[in-house]
């Protein structure tokens, strides 16, 4: 009998030939021309993952896009249950011309597959059903319970996994979620994600007169919505990047000093960063370094403003009204909820008395914090070590998986964040790909993970 | 022998008619398919000044739309010279559907006549033909001598006239320039603007990273040029009105209190003006009343900003740039240049080295202010209260109209703006229109300025 980690590197062929014939459904879930590709994908899931001997195999219908369900709970009731998600639905390949293949024509190109949604997240999912298929296919049993939860609106939402979640919450009841949605340092240097940040997404809109207004023959007696827009925007952020809306950092958890230690450790390379994001220099709130500035603390940025005459040339218009998009990052343990009680009450506290401003609140999402400590943590750092001769970093990312958010809140789980990718997948861009030796590496490492967890719980 | 005011009156019906013809030349100067047309209103103008007795009259090519000249200087030399100036060009007339009879069919309903044009410039430019004409047609003279330089590119720029007048200031040399280009305050109460704000008009330009980022990864790391704006713009103006650039107060001239007597006695509606805006209420300098506030002091207004994600929904994007145009109205004694240097100055001083602000200065140009003391002014004073039957109130126009201050650089002028619009003629918009009883008080009125002139000069 072959092991699990043999059996899978038997298998390398089969699991990239598949892995292809995933990536080659546009799965688009935002376009109306790919809805049936979208269900094309979630049954081609459902076949493999029945294939793979997982069980309960399901697609389940919602009011967008499918979600699919499979499980094998054969490990016992003392052991532990892991609950595996991941997306496969993907975003627009647009704009065409830029891709050197075709993005639904998956390619290889060195050691690199190139296709869309090959790293955000179809590559990147599907390395654990073929951790489960291996240990299935070899020594006939997963030494833990696993349980998969697979959507189809992650990048256009996730509506439907949201509004499932709470009214499932013993189909999905686990020990730990397990994510693999994130990127790692470098190809040799995996990484734990252990915090996301939440969010808070408003839009300002700001009335002033009625219609736009010559500038000659009112300016100076009527206000201006640009004008005041400017000072909201002044009074919502300092230039240093301290928020100042009252009570915005009461809930925010402290950095400890264990906390500022591991993140020290994380080996980010500030030249090549700054040089990627192509600005001036760096920039943030002077206490804190770059790598907590970017996961660990608030933040609030304005994503766009338009109004007014905008076209080329001037144009003396006193305008009439001013749309802003601003969002803010959250962090443990700010409620978004809150936050939008407190963003909305300074907004109005702040608007002078000669215009209007009319805040929406979009969506918000809490941030999440997986404790360091508990078992599947350090299964999975003892996984990565295993596989990839190094131990994790562990890092708090800036972004947001609202999912994660909501495992902990209603099913009362802490995530594994297990990436597989790399910074430069170029998701969301044209030329989308997944380094291929991480692929099999994430199914080895996702094997090792599995075993790991399971043996630490029976110590 | 009958008199120019009398011969006038006897005209009406040829002075409406000819009107109309001039009104039905669609003179769109910034329309390319209207070239041909303005061309044609330039010498359709040509003609008729020839008619009425004007000599010289010639068609002055440019590099744009034509100039029209035109004088009568046989008043002798010991009497003063008159400048005439107007615009024979005309606004767009789109949005065509709104008007309730077509732009270039001239159409009189009760006592208006509806036209584009109508008012801004053609109608009250005609006013001082007839009224010379009038002059030569019954006495055989005009009392003082009279220059007509009249552009057709007044709604585009007025770029030629600009290049023209310091090339031909002996052909253009007079004592006084009269212009006919504003509105009175109502029907029965005329008004004399004797002061122009003047403009400087920018464009500001913000970069910060080389391309959008991910306000995740990148934000509180990387500063986001729509936040950077905002505090700029904040930093710009108060939110009283109160302009913040150093240096920006020290050359206006102070209201003295005769001045503020003369501004107070300003009959401005404030209710219909604030119902007018739309806006919530009226705003501005608390030192000042809105009249001086609308006319006598200087502003600073956003006109339009764009920048980042501004579709529909939210994307979180810290944007790479935004553009904002921004201007100020001065008063005297501000020069534009002047102001120009300290407002990059400032803007320079306040941006932080995170992100790069590139400022365009697109134009600039003096206030300019008439003294209420010349000959001239008592003479339209007089002229006015002869004609309207009501003395003439005295205001400060918030709006630019640039030519009166290169009259005053560049020729040495004082400019009377002699209006004969009111405020709802719909200038700039669909139904523009010109109240006909004021047509023909127009002409008897430049009659009684030009006798006036005249007389008091003699005196």
């Given at each position: 009998?072959?092991?699990?980690?043999?059996?899978?590197?038997?298998?390398?062929?089969?699991?990239?030939?598949?892995?292809?014939?995933?990536?080659?459904?546009?799965?688009?879930?935002?376009?109306?021309?790919?809805?049936?590709?979208?269900?094309?994908?979630?049954?081609?899931?459902?076949?493999?993952?029945?294939?793979?001997?997982?069980?309960?195999?399901?697609?389940?219908?919602?009011?967008?896009?499918?979600?699919?369900?499979?499980?094998?709970?054969?490990?016992?009731?003392?052991?532990?249950?892991?609950?595996?998600?991941?997306?496969?639905?993907?975003?627009?390949?647009?704009?065409?011309h830029?891709?050197?293949?075709?993005?639904?024509?998956?390619?290889?190109?060195?050691?690199?597959?190139?296709?869309?949604?090959?790293a955000?997240?179809?590559?990147?999912?599907?390395?654990?059903?073929?951790?489960?298929?291996?240990?299935?296919?070899?020594?006939?049993?997963v030494?833990?319970?696993?349980?998969?939860?697979?959507?189809?609106?992650?990048?256009?939402?996730?509506?439907?996994?949201?509004?499932?979640?709470?009214?499932?919450?013993?189909?999905?009841?686990?020990?730990?979620?397990?994510?693999?949605?994130?990127?790692?340092?470098?190809?040799?240097?995996?990484?734990?994600?252990?915090?996301?940040?939440?969010?808070?997404?408003?839009?300002?809109?700001?009335?002033?007169?009625?219609?736009?207004?010559?500038?000659?023959?009112?300016?100076?007696?009527?206000?201006?919505?640009?004008?005041?827009?400017g000072?909201?925007?002044?009074?919502?952020?300092d230039?240093?990047?301290?928020?100042?809306?009252?009570?915005?950092?009461?809930?925010?958890?402290?950095?400890?000093?264990?906390?500022?230690?591991?993140?020290?450790?994380?080996?980010?390379?500030?030249?090549?960063?700054?040089?990627?994001?192509?600005?001036?220099q760096?920039?943030?709130?002077?206490?804190?370094?770059?790598?907590?500035?970017?996961?660990?603390?608030?933040?609030?940025?304005?994503?766009?403003?338009?109004?007014?005459?905008?076209?080329a040339?001037?144009?003396?218009?006193?305008?009439?009204?001013?749309?802003?998009?601003?969002?803010?990052?959250?962090?443990?343990?700010?409620?978004?909820?809150?936050?939008?009680?407190l963003?909305?009450?300074y907004?109005?506290?702040?608007?002078?008395?000669?215009?209007?401003?009319?805040?929406?609140?979009?969506?918000?999402?809490?941030?999440?914090?997986?404790?360091?400590?508990?078992?599947?943590?350090?299964?999975?750092?003892?996984?990565?070590?295993?596989?990839?001769?190094?131990?994790?970093?562990?890092?708090?990312?800036?972004?947001?998986?609202?999912?994660?958010?909501?495992?902990?809140?209603?099913?009362?789980?802490?995530?594994?964040?297990?990436?597989?990718?790399?910074?430069?997948?170029?998701?969301?861009?044209?030329?989308?790909?997944?380094?291929?030796?991480?692929?099999?590496?994430?199914?080895?490492?996702?094997?090792?993970?599995?075993?790991?967890?399971?043996?630490?719980t029976?110590?």
């Amino acid at each position: 009998m072959i092991d699990p980690i043999q059996y899978s590197r038997e298998h390398k062929q089969t699991n990239l030939a598949e892995l292809t014939d995933f990536l080659r459904i546009p799965s688009v879930s935002t376009q109306p021309s790919h809805q049936e590709d979208v269900t094309t994908a979630a049954k081609w899931l459902i076949k493999q993952m029945s294939h793979c001997g997982l069980e309960n195999v399901q697609l389940i219908e919602t009011k967008g896009h499918p979600l699919v369900y499979g499980d094998w709970l054969h490990a016992g009731m003392d052991m532990p249950t892991v609950l595996i998600y991941g997306h496969y639905d993907v975003q627009p390949a647009e704009p065409l011309h830029l891709w050197e293949s075709p993005p639904f024509e998956p390619t290889v190109r060195g050691d690199h597959l190139y296709a869309r949604g090959a790293a955000d997240d179809k590559g990147q999912l599907y390395v654990h059903i073929k951790a489960v298929q291996a240990f299935l296919q070899s020594v006939g049993k997963v030494p833990v319970n696993v349980k998969f939860i697979i959507e189809g609106e992650e990048e256009s939402g996730g509506a439907s996994l949201e509004a499932f979640i709470p009214k499932n919450r013993d189909l999905l009841s686990a020990d730990v979620a397990l994510v693999s949605d994130t990127a790692i340092v470098s190809r040799d240097q995996p990484a734990i994600v252990y915090g996301l940040r939440g969010m808070l997404y408003t839009y300002l809109d700001i009335n002033g007169p009625g219609r736009d207004l010559h500038s000659g023959s009112f300016g100076g007696g009527i206000n201006n919505p640009l004008n005041v827009l400017g000072h909201i925007i002044a009074k919502l952020r300092d230039e240093e990047g301290h928020i100042l809306i009252p009570g915005f950092y009461d809930k925010v958890r402290p950095l400890s000093g264990t906390e500022r230690e591991i993140l020290a450790q994380f080996p980010l390379n500030e030249e090549r960063w700054l040089a990627e994001s192509g600005a001036p220099q760096t920039w943030g709130e002077p206490a804190y370094s770059l790598v907590e500035r970017l996961g660990a603390r608030p933040t609030l940025d304005v994503h766009g403003i338009i109004g007014g005459y905008t076209g080329a040339g001037g144009k003396t218009v006193l305008p009439s009204k001013a749309h802003a998009k601003i969002s803010m990052r959250l962090v443990p343990d700010q409620d978004p909820k809150e936050i939008a009680r407190l963003y909305r009450a300074y907004i109005k506290k702040i608007t002078p008395p000669s215009i209007k401003v009319e805040v929406t609140i979009r969506d918000g999402a809490p941030a999440s914090i997986t404790d360091l400590n508990i078992p599947a943590m350090k299964a999975a750092s003892s996984a990565y070590f295993e596989i990839f001769g190094q131990k994790p970093v562990f890092m708090r990312e800036g972004g947001s998986i609202p999912v994660v958010g909501q495992f902990q809140r209603d099913l009362g789980l802490e995530t594994v964040l297990m990436g597989f990718g790399l910074p430069d997948d170029k998701i969301h861009a044209p030329n989308e790909r997944f380094y291929l030796p991480n692929y099999y590496r994430g199914i080895e490492t996702s094997i090792s993970f599995l075993q790991a967890y399971a043996n630490l719980t029976i110590d």
